[in-house]
């Protein structure tokens, strides 16, 4: 594999981290890869939380984090680039499952169903 885009898509690992505090849940949302480790921390509230900063190609973004409806079920990420806004909402099924919604600028949809490992059930 030769390459950024190549470095990036050859092994990516996601880890997440959340505390939470009366209205607000903190994250530290991680993606490590062959270029390194990435971390990107926020509070979401009642108020969008807004954070610029970088691809993997360098360019800038634009990332607007909210919950969707009074609910907070539904973690709703925009995110604005040069190639257009793409959005990924995801929700929690029961405690063992996430299933991430993920829109293009073009509309497309995809589902994405991540299931906990190692049995691990401690809650963050």
């Known amino acids: 594999v030769t390459g950024r885009g190549g470095a990036t898509r050859a092994s990516v690992e996601h880890r997440i981290r959340r505390e939470c505090e009366g ?5 530290e949302m991680c993606v ?3 270029l390194g480790s990435k971390c990107e921390r926020f ?10 900063s970088s691809d993997a190609r360098g360019d800038p973004i634009t990332k607007r984090i909210q919950w969707e409806g009074a609910s ?3 973690l709703v990420t925009e995110v ?3 190639a ?3 959005v990924d909402k995801r929700r929690l099924v ?10 293009s600028p073009t509309e497309v949809r995809a589902y994405r169903i991540f299931a906990r490992v190692e049995g691990d ?4």
């Not at 979401?44 to 807004?50: A, D, I, K, L, N």
């Open 23 to 27: 209205d607000a849940a903190r994250y």
């Open 32 to 34: 490590v890869n062959r």
């Open 43 to 52: 509070t979401v509230g009642s108020v969008p939380t807004v954070i610029s």
């Open 72 to 74: 907070k079920e539904v």
């Open 80 to 82: 604005d680039s040069v």
């Open 84 to 86: 257009g806004r793409c």
């Open 94 to 103: 029961g405690d063992d499952e996430m299933v991430m919604e993920l829109i």
């Open 121 to 124: 059930k401690t809650r963050r």
